[in-house]
């Protein structure tokens, strides 16, 4: 412990604050011997673990004054040091300043609600989103989410199939940026071309191999009464059902927005026959045993294989996103909005977006992935 604390008192004249990571990670562990530890017949060693305390204590309450308006900030200062606080002489400091921080959380959200405009519906979502780190909101809250309109143009899809493709695409258009709520319109989705599928069945024979043995008397005489046991490969046919089943997709998927953005499109296009095999069949000395393999429904294979373009699909609209709205070296605080809410943490967005709410940058790049309060 004494060593610990003359490590503790060389760090504070090389400059570390009391409140840093790594005097606090010293102090914790300071903490720790001192639970197991007697320090009745060491006075001057307890009075140095006391204003050590006291240092931290009044270290942490003065970052929380200096962040008294950068919440965000606060948020991450005390989720670095929350391992380093749970211990009872630094425990109640540190659930006061989690406190301050939400109550400073939510005198910001108030004052950057006031500043709401209609005009500026993603600075608008983002405030949102700012609010939501540290005030309970409801339904009634939440934006309307924006409808996605797909209209789907094929030649000879069944209805169920043309379903597959409206729900897949549903869902993975609901994961980009595209998609969101302070959209000013639908999106409008066509699909257009065929998408088949037929299966043909058919009875086969096939073979098994097996090994069986025979007596047989020798040609040349090697004794009387000779016999010999002399193996021999035999043919076992059986018959089994074999269902062909064949996909045929050509499918162009085109996304149309309603602002200045060009139209999307990606097609679809896959062919493939499939091979199942029933058969009730057993023998056991050819290792023959009943076989029933099914080849995917129109439906099912559908879902695969459209499913995985459509997370391919997914990804390009993520791309067309930064591509079309992203790639500025400065932005309005609007602008900056819009890339941050869709994922896009580069300098020029962070600055802008930080100057806007009083924040640092690392602590705005939290919105971007809407990370909950914490800790």
């Known amino acids: 412990?004494?060593?610990?604390?003359?490590?503790?008192?060389?760090?504070?004249?090389?400059?570390?604050?009391?409140?840093?990571?790594?005097?606090?990670?010293?102090?914790?562990?300071?903490?720790?011997?001192?639970?197991?530890?007697?320090?009745?017949s060491r006075p001057k060693t307890a009075q140095s673990l006391v204003a050590q305390i006291a240092r931290a204590k009044e270290a942490l309450s003065s970052d929380v004054r200096a962040m008294t308006e950068q919440p965000l900030t606060a948020e991450l200062?005390?989720?670095?040091?929350?391992?380093?606080?749970?211990?009872?002489?630094?425990?109640?400091?540190?659930?006061?300043g989690v406190a301050e921080m939400r109550t400073s959380g939510q005198q910001a959200c108030s004052r950057l609600s006031s500043?709401?405009?209609?005009?500026?519906p993603f600075q608008a979502a983002l405030i949102r989103?700012?609010?939501?780190?540290?005030v309970e909101t409801t339904t009634k809250d939440a934006p309307e989410q924006t409808r996605t309109d797909i209209v789907i143009q094929t030649n000879g899809v069944p209805t169920e199939q043309q379903d597959v493709i409206r729900q897949t695409l549903l869902r993975v258009i609901a994961q980009t940026p595209w998609s969101s709520s302070v959209g000013s319109a639908?999106?409008?989705?066509?699909?257009?071309?065929?998408?088949?599928?037929?299966?043909?069945?058919?009875?086969?024979?096939l073979h098994g191999r097996f090994?069986?043995?025979?007596?047989?008397?020798?040609?040349?005489?090697?004794?009387?009464?000779?016999?010999?046991?002399?193996?021999?490969?035999?043919?076992?046919?059986?018959?089994?059902?074999?269902?062909?089943?064949r996909y045929e997709a050509n499918l162009q998927v085109t996304v149309s927005f309603s602002n200045q953005a060009r139209p999307f499109s990606r097609t679809f296009r896959k062919g493939e026959s499939l091979r199942g095999r029933d058969h009730h069949v057993t023998f056991e000395p050819a290792d023959i045993h009943p076989v029933h393999t099914s080849v995917p429904s129109a439906d099912n294979w559908l879902v695969?294989?459209?499913?995985?373009?459509?997370?391919?699909?997914?990804?390009?609209?993520?791309?067309?996103?930064?591509d079309t709205y992203c790639k500025a070296s400065q932005y309005s605080v609007e602008n900056a909005a819009r890339c941050l809410l869709g994922g896009q943490t580069s300098e020029p967005v962070l600055t802008s977006l930080a100057r806007a709410v009083g924040e640092d940058n690392p602590a705005v790049a939290r919105l971007a992935a809407g990370v909950t309060s914490a800790p």
């Not at 005390?78 to 211990?87: D, I």
């Not at 500043?115 to 500026?120: E, I, L, P, V």
């Open 304 to 322: 695969m294989e459209f499913g995985a373009f459509a997370n391919d699909l997914r990804e390009s609209l993520e791309g067309y996103w930064v």
């Open 1 to 40: 412990m004494e060593a610990r604390l003359a490590n503790l008192e060389r760090l504070s004249h090389d400059g570390h604050s009391a409140g840093d990571l790594v005097s606090l990670a010293e102090l914790d562990q300071i903490l720790r011997l001192a639970e197991t530890t007697s320090l009745s």
């Open 211 to 245: 090994t069986d043995y025979h007596l047989a008397y020798p040609i040349l005489p090697v004794g009387r009464g000779t016999i010999m046991v002399v193996p021999q490969t035999e043919d076992y046919p059986y018959e089994a059902k074999d269902h062909w089943r």
């Open 129 to 134: 989103r700012y609010c939501a780190h540290f």
């Open 77 to 96: 200062y005390w989720e670095k040091r929350a391992p380093l606080l749970q211990r009872a002489p630094l425990r109640e400091s540190f659930m006061a």
């Open 186 to 205: 639908p999106l409008k989705v066509t699909v257009d071309g065929t998408y088949g599928s037929t299966q043909t069945d058919q009875t086969v024979v």
């Open 115 to 120: 500043a709401n405009r209609r005009d500026k």
